[in-house]
């Protein structure tokens, strides 16, 4: 059964995103994975603003594509338990890459230890008309020795 949910949509080239995705260090030549709710309208946002390998990343897909991803876009989380959806996601991003995470007015449960348990160690947090948005990098896998 599908459900559909409602997702408050991005803001206007005068919010907070674009400059987010700047301190993040990705430029628009970036290949950017967009995945969760809203992806797909979040993609075609990027786009519309040059981030052209802006790139949905379907759910049912059995895997990534052969291009390591620089960055991961979660354009809606609503609380800390949508942060199960990023692990299988995460493995499409290049060690060193960028996660880019739109969470909810309530979600302020979504923090460093969630986002390491996921695989993410935070490094910024902002806010944008009540959202949080948090820019956090995939750690560079450890050798053994």
């Known amino acids: 059964m599908t459900s559909l949910i409602a997702v408050k949509p991005l803001a ?9 995705l700047d301190m993040a260090g990705l430029s628009r030549r970036d ?17 519309r603003r040059g981030y052209e390998k802006a790139m949905h990343l379907d759910p049912h897909a059995p895997r990534c ?13 609503s609380g800390p338990g949508g942060l199960t959806s990023i692990p299988p996601a995460a493995g499409c991003v290049r060690e060193g890459g960028v996660l880019v995470l739109r969470a909810g007015a309530g979600s302020h449960a979504v923090g460093p230890a969630e986002l390491m348990a996921a695989g993410w160690g935070l490094q910024r947090r902002l806010t944008e008309n009540g959202h949080a948005l948090l820019v956090a990098h995939r750690p560079p896998a450890r050798q053994a020795a």
């Open 12 to 20: 206007t080239d005068h919010g907070a995103l674009i400059p987010c």
């Open 31 to 47: 290949l950017i994975l967009v995945a969760g709710p809203g992806a797909l309208p979040a993609m075609l946002w990027l786009c």
């Open 65 to 77: 594509g052969a291009e390591m991803a620089d960055a991961l876009f979660i354009p809606h989380l």
